[in-house]
């Protein structure tokens, strides 16, 4: 058999469960490890990437192309089994020559212990086993002991290949370990991850060896094998998550932080000197993330709702066919949470709510609000109520800009949709005189607005192909931007000065969604601080779409129990429901309308479907084509 054939065959035996291995090494009183890919892991995909973001650093795109080119045509011509990192400099042209240190220092920053094989190497250490460095490696021995000592490895024996000038690949950098050590070939058995190097070489030596996957998937949240999982930062994530933390705080880590990360990436290369305002409450975290990310901007967080800011418009806008368009409808709305929203004690108007034939919780959604006789004729009754309360919301409104200096040549963010709060700033600013030119940066937007820009993160109205995958999960995405604070109600004046007057959170500290939401946050926050610092994070940006696609997929093909950890989480729209709790799948087949209902209500479609069903079928794509069939009949 061919060693190609070899290698094919090999590749199905590789072995990653470090209590195999253990198994396997407990007889030998010596043990070798490879160095790369087996005891340290580079935060890369491909070791060609450190001459890439080597030419990024220096603006010279030419480099990483010279530099391969540089070691491939030494080993073609050298003549020598090994070379190393000073003859390969020394092809290059002078200009270049700076470059070397540079690559080292690099090295050292992208290389990290690898977590999975270390368990093997602390056993080796526990049982007094004599460990031995082997690895075919152009990079200097020395360089190589700092940084094994610096993750965490000590070794009695080193072999590399640049300082020996032979290789694992001919077996003959193993005969060369054999004899300085002193040792039969069957006292040691060899660790690594190649098959031409570290089996084939060692099985020429005489040596027993045990192949490992170049990849190794340490955690359930990130597969490196699929195509669409590799990239850098998933590699980084592989290399980096604390899987002894708990599963809402690796969810954050590695689903919830690439999101923020490359939303904020492209807010700030999108904005540029512009002072930007962070709407709360959703985007709390992301100034957070952004503040951190790029300290030296002029960042501050507004305490903004659609509330506060639609109520002191209606003074504006008091007609009943206008007052309506100011006031959103949801799924629960009823005459009581009418009047809060408008500033009404409901209390107050118990006698004119009979007079006009309405109930004060009774539901309004299924009634054509405009069209309703009955409380039209009530909002007449209280419409002078209505417009002296949204003069004072205004005046208190317009002293709360001033004092945040809302003026100007501004960006704002928030989460996004449909730009409701940003068409209400600049109906606002015109009729206060306020000179605000206003550009809104989201997640996503629907819809364009008069005099006033938008753009999207995932979606805008020129480029609208991931609306409906962001609108199927758009429940758990909002939900896992939400600050620790209510929302903003409206403001008032104390002692001169404007605040906001918050409702009171929907989450309380013992809340599981409140502890399981901090966890995340923290741990979304802590990738994009720790990525940050990565050379990886330098080298290439990616689309949305990547940056998106772990939270992405968990959000629209979740597996069961990635269902059951936010299912039963309670969701706020006007009313109360959880984000994907069905009941039994036997029980909406006797009751299917209740069915319909209910998964009306979800906001979590896909984990509603997943629960229910419990089977792999693509939600999603069975969602949008029964909305299809829906709006046919």
């Given at each position: 058999?061919?060693?190609?054939?070899?290698?094919?065959?090999?590749?199905?035996?590789?072995?990653?469960?470090?209590?195999?291995?253990?198994?396997?090494?407990?007889?030998?009183?010596?043990?070798?490890?490879?160095?790369?890919?087996?005891?340290?892991?580079?935060?890369?995909?491909?070791?060609?990437?450190?001459?890439?973001?080597?030419?990024?650093?220096?603006?010279?795109?030419?480099?990483?192309?010279?530099?391969?080119?540089?070691?491939?045509?030494?080993?073609?011509?050298?003549?020598?089994?090994?070379?190393?990192?000073?003859?390969?400099?020394?092809?290059?042209?002078?200009?270049?020559?700076?470059?070397?240190?540079?690559?080292?220092?690099?090295?050292?920053?992208?290389?990290?212990?690898?977590?999975?094989?270390?368990?093997?190497?602390?056993?080796?250490?526990?049982?007094?086993?004599?460990?031995?460095?082997?690895?075919?490696?152009?990079l200097p021995e020395p360089f190589l002991r700092n940084i094994?000592?610096?993750?965490?490895?000590?070794?009695?024996?080193?072999?590399?290949?640049?300082?020996?000038?032979?290789?694992?690949?001919?077996?003959?950098?193993?005969?060369?370990?054999l004899s300085t050590v002193s040792i039969s070939s069957k006292?040691?058995?060899?660790?690594?991850?190649?098959?031409?190097?570290?089996?084939?070489?060692?099985?020429?030596?005489?040596?027993?060896?045990?192949?490992?996957?170049?990849?190794?998937?340490?955690?359930?949240?990130?597969?490196?094998?699929?195509?669409?999982?590799?990239?850098?930062?998933?590699?980084?994530?592989?290399?980096?998550?604390?899987?002894?933390?708990?599963?809402?705080?690796?969810?954050?880590?590695?689903?919830?932080?690439?999101?923020?990360?490359?939303?904020?990436?492209?807010?700030?290369?999108?904005?540029?000197?512009?002072?930007?305002?962070?709407?709360?409450?959703?985007?709390?975290?992301?100034?957070?993330?952004?503040?951190?990310?790029?300290?030296?901007?002029?960042?501050?967080?507004?305490?903004?709702?659609?509330?506060?800011?639609?109520?002191?418009?209606?003074?504006?806008?008091?007609?009943?066919?206008?007052?309506?368009?100011?006031?959103?409808?949801?799924?629960?709305?009823?005459?009581?949470?009418?009047?809060?929203?408008?500033?009404?004690?409901?209390?107050?108007?118990?006698?004119?709510?009979?007079?006009?034939?309405?109930?004060?919780?009774?539901?309004?959604?299924?009634?054509?609000?405009?069209?309703?006789?009955?409380?039209?004729?009530?909002?007449?009754?209280?419409?002078?109520?209505?417009?002296?309360?949204?003069?004072?919301?205004?005046?208190?409104?317009?002293?709360?800009?001033?004092?945040?200096?809302?003026?100007?040549?501004?960006?704002?963010?928030?989460?996004?949709?449909?730009?409701?709060?940003?068409?209400?700033?600049?109906?606002?600013?015109?009729?206060?005189?306020?000179?605000?030119?206003?550009?809104?940066?989201?997640?996503?937007?629907?819809?364009?607005?008069?005099?006033?820009?938008?753009?999207?993160?995932?979606?805008?109205?020129?480029?609208?192909?991931?609306?409906?995958?962001?609108?199927?999960?758009?429940?758990?995405?909002?939900?896992?931007?939400?600050?620790?604070?209510?929302?903003?109600?409206?403001?008032?004046?104390?002692?001169?000065?404007?605040?906001?007057?918050?409702?009171?959170?929907?989450?309380?500290?013992?809340?599981?969604?409140?502890?399981?939401?901090?966890?995340?946050?923290?741990?979304?926050?802590?990738?994009?601080?720790?990525?940050?610092?990565?050379?990886?994070?330098?080298?290439?940006?990616?689309?949305?779409?990547?940056?998106?696609?772990?939270?992405?997929?968990?959000?629209?093909?979740?597996?069961?129990?990635?269902?059951?950890?936010?299912?039963?989480?309670?969701?706020?729209?006007?009313?109360?429901?959880?984000l994907a709790k069905p009941r039994s799948l036997l029980y909406?087949?006797?009751?299917?309308?209740?069915?319909?209902?209910?998964?009306?209500?979800?906001?979590?479609?896909?984990?509603?479907?997943?629960?229910?069903?419990?089977?792999?079928?693509?939600?999603?794509?069975?969602?949008?084509?029964?909305?299809?069939?829906?709006?046919?009949?």
């Amino acid at each position: 058999m061919g060693e190609w054939s070899k290698m094919i065959q090999l590749d199905f035996f590789r072995e990653w469960n470090p209590d195999k291995i253990i198994k396997k090494i407990a007889p030998y009183s010596y043990v070798s490890f490879d160095i790369f890919d087996t005891l340290l892991k580079r935060d890369i995909l491909h070791p060609t990437e450190v001459f890439q973001i080597l030419g990024k650093q220096y603006n010279d795109s030419a480099f990483m192309f010279k530099r391969i080119e540089a070691e491939r045509n030494l080993r073609e011509q050298s003549g020598k089994e090994e070379i190393t990192l000073d003859d390969i400099y020394e092809k290059m042209e002078g200009k270049y020559q700076h470059f070397k240190m540079k690559e080292l220092e690099l090295e050292a920053d992208l290389l990290h212990q690898n977590f999975v094989l270390y368990p093997v190497y602390q056993y080796c250490k526990e049982k007094g086993k004599k460990i031995i460095i082997t690895s075919d490696m152009y990079l200097p021995e020395p360089f190589l002991r700092n940084i094994l000592n610096k993750e965490g490895y000590e070794f009695d024996f080193c072999f590399i290949s640049s300082s020996y000038g032979v290789q694992k690949v001919t077996g003959n950098l193993f005969k060369k370990m054999l004899s300085t050590v002193s040792i039969s070939s069957k006292d040691v058995i060899h660790i690594g991850d190649s098959v031409r190097g570290d089996y084939l070489g060692a099985k020429r030596a005489g040596i027993q060896s045990i192949l490992i996957p170049k990849v190794i998937n340490r955690t359930q949240w990130i597969n490196l094998k699929d195509k669409r999982q590799q990239t850098g930062f998933n590699n980084f994530i592989n290399n980096h998550l604390n899987t002894g933390k708990s599963r809402y705080a690796q969810f954050g880590y590695a689903y919830f932080g690439p999101v923020l990360f490359g939303f904020v990436q492209w807010l700030h290369k999108s904005i540029g000197n512009k002072k930007i305002f962070f709407f709360a409450r959703d985007g709390y975290l992301v100034k957070k993330v952004y503040d951190a990310l790029f300290p030296e901007s002029s960042t501050d967080y507004i305490y903004l709702s659609r509330r506060a800011l639609s109520v002191p418009l209606l003074w504006k806008h008091s007609e009943w066919e206008e007052f309506s368009h100011y006031i959103t409808v949801t799924r629960f709305f009823t005459v009581r949470s009418l009047l809060e929203r408008l500033g009404l004690n409901p209390e107050r108007y118990k006698l004119e709510i009979q007079k006009f034939h309405l109930q004060l919780d009774s539901n309004l959604q299924d009634n054509n609000f405009l069209q309703n006789k009955n409380l039209k004729a009530f909002y007449k009754s209280i419409r002078e109520d209505v417009v002296q309360n949204s003069r004072e919301e205004f005046v208190c409104l317009i002293a709360y800009f001033k004092k945040k200096n809302f003026y100007g040549d501004i960006a704002v963010m928030d989460i996004g949709w449909n730009g409701s709060m940003q068409r209400y700033l600049v109906e606002i600013m015109n009729i206060s005189g306020i000179d605000a030119r206003i550009d809104g940066y989201y997640f996503g937007m629907r819809k364009n607005l008069k005099n006033s820009q938008v753009h999207g993160y995932f979606y805008e109205p020129s480029r609208m192909q991931m609306e409906p995958i962001i609108s199927f999960m758009q429940g758990l995405f909002e939900s896992l931007f939400l600050s620790r604070e209510g929302s903003t109600k409206r403001y008032d004046i104390h002692n001169g000065k404007a605040e906001p007057v918050l409702y009171e959170p929907e989450y309380h500290e013992n809340d599981i969604e409140f502890k399981a939401f901090q966890a995340i946050q923290e741990e979304a926050l802590c990738f994009c601080k720790e990525y940050s610092k990565s050379p990886a994070a330098k080298l290439e940006k990616y689309k949305a779409s990547e940056y998106s696609y772990n939270l992405l997929r968990v959000s629209t093909e979740p597996t069961l129990r990635e269902a059951e950890l936010f299912g039963n989480f309670r969701f706020y729209d006007t009313n109360v429901f959880p984000l994907a709790k069905p009941r039994s799948l036997l029980y909406y087949v006797r009751n299917p309308k209740i069915f319909s209902r209910e998964f009306s209500y979800s906001a979590w479609k896909a984990g509603f479907m997943k629960r229910c069903f419990k089977i792999n079928i693509p939600y999603m794509q069975m969602y949008m084509i029964a909305k299809v069939l829906a709006k046919r009949r």
